[in-house]
């Protein structure tokens, strides 16, 4: 069964500074794709940043990018240049691609808090 | 402008009654899901559905029911089998189950 671990709870980083949130999953297939989702205390889910597994570029989006290392089975988030507005819950998720494919799959969470 | 929407916001049920949240979507998506959201776990699949009239349970679905009977529209039913129905629930939608998300902005379910 695939499964994803957050296992940092909550982080903090100052204004300005930046921050690697991490995640790894397990899993036996080859193709997926994998999230980052943000949830502020408005608790609306956003998609922060996307990866597909056959691509080698990690993929970035403005101040978010992402360290993709498909061999270890590691998804980490960097957040650069780190904004009030981005505190937030982060959630790592996962999605296989193929004949069994149905789901989106969550980690725990980490509670990101941004100080000034 | 294209989104989702779920109602009500704020849900109050007393013990033994069913309830239904409401989920619309006009983004055209084929693929619509339910998740269910307790303190200190992540998000847990309740049922998602592909296809109009075709839907499939998830990890978590006793205790629930849906149907899907417009492309737009996926109602979650909680019923009295669910035995701790308090939580937050949200729905998403996506193109295609090979697609990222987008989800609504949640119902608050309290049982008193």
Same mark, same amino acid.
């Given at each position: 069964a695939q499964t994803v671990t957050q296992s940092q709870p909550e982080m903090s980083v100052q204004e300005a500074e930046t921050v690697t949130l991490s995640c790894t999953y397990d899993t036996s297939e080859n193709n997926y794709y994998l999230f980052w989702y943000k949830q502020p205390p408005s608790r609306q889910m956003i998609l922060v940043i996307r990866q597909e597994a056959y691509k080698q570029q990690n993929a970035t989006e403005n101040r978010f990018s992402v360290n993709f290392q498909k061999a270890a089975k590691s998804f980490s988030l960097k957040i650069s240049d780190?904004? +009030?507005?981005?505190?937030a819950m982060y959630f790592c998720a996962f999605m296989n691609v193929g004949y069994n494919t149905d789901k989106l799959i969550f980690g725990t969470g980490t509670r990101l808090q941004v100080f000034p | 402008d294209g989104g989702i929407t779920q109602s009500p916001k704020y849900l109050f049920r007393k013990e033994g009654q069913n309830v239904t949240l409401s989920c619309e979507q *006009? +983004? *055209?998506?084929d693929a619509m899901y339910w998740y269910r959201q307790d303190p200190g776990q992540g998000l847990r699949l309740i049922y998602y559905s592909q296809i109009v009239n075709d839907f499939q349970k998830g990890d978590i679905a006793e205790g629930y029911s849906v149907s899907r009977? &417009? &492309?737009e529209s996926f109602p979650l039913t909680v019923t009295s089998a669910q035995k701790n129905p308090t939580a937050f629930y949200l729905c998403a939608s996506s193109r295609t189950l090979y697609t990222e998300a987008f989800f609504g902005q949640g119902t608050r379910l309290t049982v008193v």
């Open positions: 780190s904004q +009030l507005g981005d505190t | *006009n +983004l *055209n998506h009977e &417009k &492309k």
